[in-house]
């Protein structure tokens, strides 16, 4: 990066942090800490609840996962709508009658302490494990930059985010996030227009889009109902639907960022907003990695992405066949080009059959480009077995750096450390709540003062912070990182929604039924999750069924009475 990159990165990261902590003002309590007063109006809430879900990890990962695997993730996002209305309805004025800290409160009055301890467990296992994710998409950025290893970098950046967190505590959070939403939007937008820009004078958006469609990327909607098909219309309303349902109303992250509205008005304005705009501004993002596919069937994109890897290879005894891969590489790519060209031209002439030969004939050539690609990671692997071949999340990275003009391409990578600063701290804030208010205070020391509940949120935070960078650490061996946070939150939030479900509408079930049909749900889910019995959305509503059938089942047999909140 040059030095004016450098500086706007620098400046840009500054003054959002300055900015979350001037605004924070200072915490006194825990409800300051943790919950901002609950004076926070629906759009500040509306920003937070997006910002804490789009993360980096959002902005780096998914133009690669559209490069590579075309738009039909996008229909992920398809039960989003429906989980905001059902959560505005039910969960929020709950919450709010209750005045809880945490979502998991509201389970210890309706059912014991033992289903609130269950449920609040598997919440900070599955978010400390996914915002260690979190924290290594923007490592990534870093050790490109500085050409250093990510463990340093991944230290860096989950240090940096634990220290404004501990200090400001949830406003700091929120007002932060604000502003981190609002640079986001222009940035992305600044992005997308420039990759149309870049492209051959003589290749419009519209073509972008045609020649993307040929190649099979434009694939937004599948209406094929396929069980082991991970996205398709299907698993995107229905298995998206219980895994928004849980992730929004269950996971104390997203929870904290609605409870801290002044009524519950303003809570459900924020999570429609949320509903309302989160569906398109992730087509955009996606849509700028098919802009990205499609610049580079005219522009030669490296062989590997992943720079990192490319040099270890260099540096060890398969230099040499890597070499003449990357030679054979360059001529396929140009094979590649022309046949592009061809398609360009026969779109333009409006002659099916010429239309028909050119497409194959270029698919043909991606498919020569592949197999030498593929062979190039066959030579990583030789070199070294935990090498990272899945170099999804390096696309827009390379796309960035090599062709933005300077000043962009330092606000384009502060974007990406801006919104995993955001999601990462408002994660850690809900890792510090629920380890305090559901542990903590509630087994280890009820009754303490608010200055020592005020104490041990911040050393929560950092305790969580340590945790979150040493799962970091690991993250590279995970492949797509958009992907693999979504799978790892549906092996836990099915059951955690189960559980939330019963508690709300099956008014007889009491705790201990409901505690062992969670247990039983859970191993059942790891089971399936693990030999690949169905796609991963769909444990989230198998998840969620299977809590309200064992409930049922085994409720007869506890002879508990039921609790009602």
């Given at each position: 990066m040059s030095l004016t990159d450098w500086i706007v990165l620098g400046t840009t990261i500054l003054l959002i942090i300055s900015y979350g902590l001037w605004k924070s003002g200072t915490n006194k309590n825990i409800d300051q800490f943790l919950m901002g007063n609950r004076s926070l109006s629906w759009y500040h809430i509306g920003f937070s609840v997006m910002a804490t879900q789009a993360s980096a990890i959002t902005f780096l990962s998914a133009p690669g996962q559209a490069y590579s695997d075309g738009m039909r993730f996008v229909q992920f996002y398809f039960g989003l709508p429906l989980a905001m209305i059902v959560l505005c309805i039910t969960f929020v004025p709950i919450f709010h009658r209750l005045k809880v800290y945490t979502a998991y409160e509201f389970l210890e009055q309706r059912f014991d302490l033992k289903t609130r301890a269950l449920t609040s467990g598997l919440f900070l296992i599955q978010r400390g494990l996914s915002t260690g994710i979190a924290i290594y998409a923007p490592a990534i950025i870093l050790s490109i930059i500085l050409n250093i290893n990510t463990t340093y970098t991944t230290i860096f950046i989950g240090g940096l985010v634990t220290f404004y967190t501990v200090l400001g505590g949830t406003k700091a959070v929120s007002y932060t996030q604000l502003l981190q939403m609002s640079i986001i939007f222009v940035g992305m937008f600044a992005a997308g227009a420039l990759v149309v820009v870049l492209l051959p004078h003589h290749i419009g958006f519209a073509h972008a889009l045609k020649l993307a469609g040929k190649m099979?990327?434009?694939?937004?909607?599948?209406?094929?109902?396929?069980?082991?098909?991970?996205?398709?219309?299907?698993?995107?309303?229905?298995?998206?639907?219980?895994?928004?349902?849980?992730?929004?109303?269950?996971?104390?992250?997203?929870?904290?960022?609605?409870?801290?509205?002044?009524?519950?008005?303003?809570?459900?304005?924020?999570?429609?907003?949320?509903?309302?705009?989160?569906?398109?501004?992730?087509?955009?993002i996606l849509l700028i990695g098919i802009l990205v596919f499609a610049f580079y069937q005219f522009n030669k994109p490296p062989m590997f992405f992943n720079q990192y890897e490319v040099k270890q290879v260099k540096q060890s005894q398969y230099a040499g066949k890597y070499n003449v891969l990357e030679g054979k590489y360059a001529m396929a790519f140009e094979q590649r080009k022309t046949k592009a060209n061809e398609l360009m031209a026969a779109i333009d002439s409006h002659d099916q059959t010429q239309i028909d030969k050119a497409q194959a004939s270029l698919k043909q050539a991606d498919a020569a480009t592949t197999d030498i690609r593929r062979q190039s990671i066959g030579l990583m692997k030789k070199n070294n077995r935990q090498a990272d071949t899945d170099d999804t999340n390096y696309v827009f990275l390379n796309f960035v750096t090599h062709y933005l003009p300077r000043g962009?391409?330092?606000?384009?990578?502060?974007?990406?450390?801006?919104?995993?600063?955001?999601?990462?701290?408002?994660?850690?804030?809900?890792?510090?709540?629920?380890?305090?208010?559901?542990?903590?205070?509630?087994?280890?020391?009820?009754?303490?003062?608010?200055?020592?509940?005020?104490?041990?949120?911040?050393?929560?935070?950092?305790?969580?912070?340590?945790?979150?960078?040493?799962?970091?650490?690991?993250?590279?061996?995970?492949?797509?990182?958009?992907?693999?946070?979504?799978?790892?939150?549906?092996?836990?939030?099915?059951?955690?929604?189960?559980?939330?479900?019963?508690?709300?509408?099956?008014?007889?079930?009491?705790?201990?039924?409901?505690?062992?049909?969670?247990?039983?749900?859970?191993?059942?889910?790891?089971?399936?999750?693990?030999?690949?019995?169905?796609?991963?959305?769909?444990?989230?509503?198998?998840?969620?069924?299977?809590?309200?059938?064992?409930?049922?089942?085994?409720?007869?047999?506890?002879?508990?009475?039921?609790?009602?909140?």
């Open positions: 099979g990327k434009m694939n937004v909607i599948d209406w094929k109902f396929d069980p082991s098909s991970r996205y398709n219309i299907w698993s995107g309303i229905i298995g998206g639907f219980f895994l928004q349902l849980s992730y929004f109303g269950t996971d104390q992250s997203q929870v904290g960022r609605y409870l801290t509205g002044s009524s519950v008005g303003q809570s459900r304005m924020g999570l429609i907003m949320n509903g309302l705009i989160k569906i398109p501004m992730q087509f955009c962009l391409i330092g606000l384009l990578i502060a974007i990406v450390f801006l919104a995993s600063m955001g999601s990462t701290a408002s994660a850690l804030n809900s890792l510090a709540s629920t380890s305090v208010v559901d542990i903590y205070k509630r087994t280890i020391n009820p009754g303490a003062s608010d200055k020592n509940y005020l104490l041990a949120s911040r050393l929560a935070t950092v305790f969580w912070g340590m945790v979150c960078i040493a799962m970091a650490l690991y993250a590279g061996k995970m492949g797509n990182l958009l992907e693999a946070v979504n799978q790892l939150g549906s092996y836990i939030y099915g059951t955690i929604l189960g559980v939330f479900v019963v508690a709300f509408y099956v008014k007889r079930v009491g705790g201990s039924a409901v505690f062992i049909a969670a247990l039983l749900s859970e191993i059942i889910i790891c089971i399936m999750g693990y030999y690949g019995v169905v796609a991963y959305l769909w444990l989230n509503a198998i998840g969620c069924f299977l809590v309200i059938f064992l409930s049922l089942l085994l409720n007869p047999i506890m002879h508990e009475k039921a609790k009602i909140a």
